[in-house]
């Protein structure tokens, strides 16, 4: 069983920035491609980014150029960070570890508004 805990989400402007973490609750980042997903109201679920146990980084096209996944293996931690931010990037943002089981967080919502 992996725990993936979601944090640094809120309320930012048009154009700021944020960066989002995941902490998953054991050592996993050699097993797992970890992903960061989003789901805005009304909408299907979204992959946003995710990196592979090789460390090869995939971004969905809304975002490339601006979002930027990244992991720190000593803390057991992925990040996302965002910039360039758009009233059209709203939605709760998930972490996902996926291999032969998938697991997520429990969401962190980001908000884009003036």
């Known amino acids: 069983q992996v725990q993936l805990v979601e944090s640094g989400g809120g309320l930012v402007q048009p154009g700021g920035s944020l960066r989002l973490s995941c902490a998953a609750s054991?050592?996993?980042?050699?097993?797992?491609?970890m992903g960061w997903y989003r789901q805005a109201p009304g909408k299907q679920r979204e992959l946003v980014a995710r990196?592979?146990?090789?460390?090869?980084?995939t971004y969905a096209d809304s975002v490339k150029g601006r979002f930027t996944i990244s992991r720190d293996n000593a803390e057991n931690t992925v990040y996302l960070q965002m910039s360039s931010l758009k009233p059209e990037d709203t939605a709760v943002y998930y972490c996902?570890?996926?291999?032969?089981?998938?697991?997520w967080g429990q969401g962190t919502q980001v908000t884009v508004s003036s």
């Open positions: 990196i592979s146990t090789g460390g090869t980084t």
């Open positions: 996902n570890a996926a291999a032969h089981l998938n697991f």
């Open positions: 054991r050592s996993i980042f050699n097993i797992y491609t």
